[in-house]
Structures are given as structure tokens and as C-alpha cells.
């Protein structure tokens, strides 16, 4: 047996051991995407990098939980302004990848990380504002900053039901659909989409 040290505290484990398979046996939070019990770790997500002290200097560096082995007296932290830091960069890169991943989103906010506003669909070109308002005459869209980001939002009480901004959308970032004599438009909200109006349809089949 050896000794290490994970966020301050002594652990006596078997030596040969990754210090995620240390972590879990103790109940220790550090998160992870990539890792199998019955699978060799390749550390291809990241996510479970910690604060290593030093073999050589005593300097503090970053490693991966899962591929990193004890040794007697390893000092290691799951917390620190180091790792929040990696854990943010690693974060936005796998967002990168799979920006409509709801347990990644889950996972940073989890972890503290601020990814900032899901992707709605939406590239901001602004067609369906212009068009309600230059084609139809309607006004009932426009382009509003919110913390920051913009967004289309609607004038329910403007909109006509026409769907001119549903056809026009270059990405699809809007939808509509009859049903029950009822016309709903549709707008992207991160992986779901939320009814922005409705209205009888039975005056605008022509345009479904």
C-alpha cells in the first residue's frame, strides 16, 4: 500500500492505480465522458483532468485523472482555480463538437462552467424580420438584444399567422403547422421548440 493525497486528505491505496479509479473507490467527484470500467482509458474527453504535484520539482500541473497513476505520496486537488480554468476550456471545446449535447450543457452548469446561450438554429441574417415587415407589412418581428445575444422575438398580437418568416428562414429556425383549424409558428429554443403564436388557420391555407 501507499500513500496519496487527493483535495488535503490521506488515502492508503493499492499501488498500480489511476487516480480515478482512486477517486471513485472513495467517493470523490471528478467528472468524466470517455471512461469505461472495462475499457483501457485513453483520456480522449478531458473533462477529468486534476492538480498533480510535481514528480520532479514539486510544481503543480494538470493531468488526466484517468491515465495518471499513483505514487507514494502524489498530491492531488479536483478543486482549484487551475482546473476550473481546464475544465471550462475543456468544456466549450467538446461543445464545439456537439453543440446541441443537453449533458454536456447539464454537466458545465453542474461543474459551475458558463457555456452561454444554447444554440437556437438562428444565424441572425434577419430575413424574417424584413420580410414581415417589407413583404407582409405586419411588423411583428424584430431584432432584440438580450443579455447580450440577439434575438428575433415576436409581437403575438401583430402577427398575422402568414408564415412568411417560417418559409423564409434560411435554416429552419422556424416552423409552422396547422392542425385543428389552429396555425402554430414555431421557434427554435436550444433543443426544443416552443409555440411562438397560434391563430384560427382556416384564412391561410393557401400558404401550408
Given amino acids: 500500500m501507499i500513500t496519496v493525497f487527493i483535495d488535503g486528505e490521506a488515502y492508503s491505496v493499492d499501488e498500480g492505480q489511476t487516480v480515478l479509479a482512486v477517486a471513485r473507490e472513495n467517493s470523490i467527484d471528478i467528472p468524466t465522458l470517455c471512461y469505461h470500467p472495462h ?8 473533462l477529468c483532468a486534476v492538480e498533480a504535484s510535481s514528480f520532479s520539482n514539486g510544481s503543480r500541473k494538470a493531468v488526466l485523472a484517468c ?13 482549484s482555480p487551475l482546473i476550473e480554468a481546464t475544465r471550462a476550456k475543456v468544456f466549450k471545446h467538446l461543445l464545439r463538437m456537439a453543440p446541441q449535447s443537453n ?16 444554440p437556437d438554429g438562428c444565424i441572425r441574417c ?8 417589407e413583404i407582409v407589412g405586419a411588423g411583428a418581428l424584430k431584432m432584440k438584444r438580450i443579455d447580450g445575444v440577439d434575438y428575433v ?5 401583430r402577427c398575422i399567422g402568414c408564415g412568411t418568416c417560417a418559409e423564409n428562414c434560411p435554416t429552419g429556425a422556424i416552423r409552422m403547422g396547422d392542425k385543428e383549424n389552429l396555425r402554430s409558428l414555431f421557434e427554435r429554443e436550444g433543443n426544443h421548440w416552443r ?4 391563430m384560427p ?5 393557401f400558404q401550408h
Fill in 67 to 79: 491515465t495518471c497513476y499513483v505514487s507514494e505520496g502524489l498530491e492531488i486537488r479536483t478543486k
Fill in 126 to 133: 434577419g430575413l424574417c424580420v424584413r420580410g414581415c415587415r
Fill in 39 to 46: 475499457l483501457r482509458s485513453n483520456g480522449a474527453c478531458k
Fill in 195 to 198: 409555440v411562438a403564436s397560434k
Fill in 103 to 118: 449533458r454536456l450543457r447539464s454537466m458545465a452548469a453542474e461543474y459551475g462552467v458558463h457555456l452561454g446561450p444554447p
Fill in 153 to 157: 422575438v415576436q409581437d403575438p398580437d
Fill in 201 to 205: 388557420s382556416e384564412n391561410f391555407k
